[in-house]
């Protein structure tokens, strides 16, 4: 019998980093919302590449990862953060603390 284990020793990427920051906040928000503050942030760390409708796909795939794994809770459209779920995710992050990235001040994002 060949058992393989994989184990993926690779740290979450920048999109996944920004997710964790915004979601740590107290608020809750809708994907659109959140998406476009994320996006601003990503454009600023200059850590966007390809388009934005594929950014937006990973985005959307990885918050649904986050909720599947209980650390982001979905009440109807909007979606929050759980402080404590997130907090292990965030050792994961050593050069950039997510309470260092919650701490900065949020984009100005237009209401529709």
Same mark, same amino acid.
């Given at each position: 019998?060949?058992?393989?284990?994989?184990?993926?020793?690779?740290?979450?990427?920048?999109?996944?980093?920004?997710?964790?920051?915004?979601?740590?906040? +107290?608020?809750?928000?809708?994907?659109? $919302? &959140?998406?476009?503050?994320?996006?601003?942030?990503?454009? @600023?760390?200059? /850590?966007?590449?390809?388009?934005?409708?594929?950014?937006?796909?990973?985005?959307?795939?990885?918050?649904?990862?986050?909720?599947?794994?209980?650390?982001?809770?979905?009440?109807?459209? +909007?979606?929050?953060?759980?402080?404590? $779920? &997130?907090?292990?995710?965030?050792?994961?992050?050593?050069? @950039?603390?997510? /309470?260092?990235?919650?701490?900065?001040?949020?984009?100005?994002?237009?209401?529709?």
């Amino acid at each position: 019998m060949n058992t393989n284990y994989f184990v993926s020793r690779r740290r979450p990427d920048a999109l996944t980093e920004e997710l964790v920051a915004v979601l740590s906040r +107290k608020a809750s928000f809708e994907f659109k $919302a &959140l998406f476009d503050i994320v996006h601003v942030n990503l454009r @600023a760390r200059n /850590a966007v590449s390809g388009g934005e409708d594929m950014l937006r796909l990973r985005a959307y795939e990885k918050l649904q990862n986050l909720v599947n794994r209980g650390m982001v809770k979905k009440t109807g459209k +909007k979606y929050k953060g759980l402080a404590s $779920a &997130l907090a292990t995710l965030a050792t994961l992050f050593p050069e @950039a603390p997510v /309470a260092a990235l919650a701490a900065r001040p949020a984009p100005a994002v237009a209401a529709e």
